[in-house]
T-cell receptor, first 110, second 111 residues
Framework: DGGITQSPKYLFRKEGQNVTLSCEQN?????MYWYRQDPGQGLRLIYYSQIVNDFQKGDIAEGYSVSREKKESFPLTVTSAQKNPTAFYLC?????????FGQGTRLTVV | QQPVQSPQAVILREGEDAVINCSSSKALYSVHWYRQKHGEAPVFLMI?????EQKGHEKISASFNEKKQQSSLYLTASQLSYSGTYFC????????????FGTGTSLTVIP
């Protein structure tokens, strides 16, 4: 079945550590996105990529980094510079009108 | 800037109707509606592209006003399965594929 896979589902990180969230899709979509979801704030765009080896900052890119070396993969690194990283992170891909989402990764800083 | 959704949260009894609004200070290129059940991925409901457009999907329909600055999602005769958080989404003009969402509306249907 085609879809988007995010891993892990739950992730705990110590303060000061970088952590990478995985996002893989087999839908052959060019565009991929990372969103952060906090209660009462909806989905906020972190980074997006329209094509391999290209990506653009979204509204809240500070403290995050991404790469797009393969069409299928768009990993997100949450760096120690992100002051409030505890959140639910959603990856999506899009071809045409509809966006498809992964099941999300819940990151908690301990 | 994110489109603003209202209300932020609503509780309904089964069979009641609800309206969720999505408003922007600038004209939107398009409006997409998604529903996210608790702990799950958002799922696409429908898209509206033209000012004045109305579209229906079973008992859930949506409209896009003529100025393309507001869209409303209508849920009629609500069912327990309608519970979740609803998001409107849109493309940011002249950014290629930048796709962003509104602030979200939590809808809870109770027996």
């Amino acid at each position: 079945d085609g879809g988007i896979t995010q891993s892990p589902k739950y992730l705990f990180r110590k303060e000061g550590q970088n952590v990478t969230l995985s996002c893989e899709q087999n839908l052959n979509h060019d565009a991929m996105y990372w969103y952060r979801q906090d209660p009462g704030q909806g989905l906020r765009l972190i980074y997006y990529s329209q094509i391999v080896n290209d990506f653009q900052k979204g509204d809240i890119a500070e403290g995050y980094s991404v790469s797009r070396e393969k069409k299928e993969s768009f990993p997100l690194t949450v760096t120690s510079a992100q002051k409030n990283p505890t959140a639910f992170y959603l990856c999506a891909s899009r071809l045409g009108t509809e966006a498809f989402f992964g099941q999300g990764t819940r990151l908690t800083v301990v | 800037q994110q489109p603003v959704q209202s209300p932020q949260a609503v509780i309904l009894r089964e069979g009641e109707d609800a309206v969720i609004n999505c408003s922007s200070s600038k004209a939107l290129y398009s409006v997409h509606w998604y529903r996210q059940k608790h702990g799950e991925a958002p799922v696409f409901l429908m898209i509206l592209l033209k000012g004045g457009e109305q579209k229906g999907h079973e008992k859930i329909s949506a409209s896009f006003n003529e100025k393309k600055q507001q869209s409303s999602l209508y849920l009629t005769a609500s069912q327990l399965s309608y519970s979740g958080t609803y998001f409107c989404g849109t493309e940011r003009p002249n950014t290629g594929n930048q796709f962003y969402f509104g602030t979200g509306t939590s809808l809870t249907v109770i027996p």
